[in-house]
Nanobody, 131 residues
Framework: QVQLVESGGGLVQPGGSLRLSCAAS????????LAWFRQAPGKEREGVAC????????IYGDSVKGRFTVSRDNAENTVYLHLNSLKPEDTAIYYC????????????????????????WGQGTQVTVSS
């Protein structure tokens, strides 16, 4: 089955950390750029981070810069999002989405918000930051 599956969400205290995973099955993730989004109840979808073909090709949203890190492990067919110094406002469902590399720039991919603008979209994982 061809799909993206997110995991690693949960309940964490403010200041804590989590590692989210976005695992691909049925296709090679190394041929794709990845974007992480989040959406809180009643709020618009927000771009969190994007990664291109290498771990040095990344873009971050202003609200997570310096706290979140995106990385990829092509041998594991997985992209990770490391969440550090978590705040209550980071509470949301986190989604990953994949777009074939080199058709458009990472910047252009990263500003897209619609599911139909990506080749694959995961089901999401809930992150709750609360004491």
């Amino acid at each position: 089955q061809v799909q993206l599956v997110e995991s690693g969400g949960g309940l964490v205290q403010p200041g804590g950390s989590l590692r989210l995973s976005c695992a691909a099955s049925g296709f090679r993730l190394d041929l794709y750029a990845l974007a992480w989004f989040r959406q809180a109840p009643g709020k618009e979808r927000e771009g969190v981070a994007c990664i291109g073909s290498t771990n040095s090709d990344t873009i971050y949203g202003d609200s997570v810069k310096g706290r979140f890190t995106v990385s990829r492990d092509n041998a594991e067919n997985t992209v990770y999002l490391h969440l550090n110094s978590l705040k209550p406002e980071d509470t949301a469902i986190y989604y990953c989405a994949a777009d074939i590399l080199w058709v458009r720039s990472l910047q252009d991919m990263c500003i897209a918000r619609g599911k139909d603008e990506y080749d694959y979209w995961g089901q999401g994982t809930q992150v709750t930051v609360s004491s």
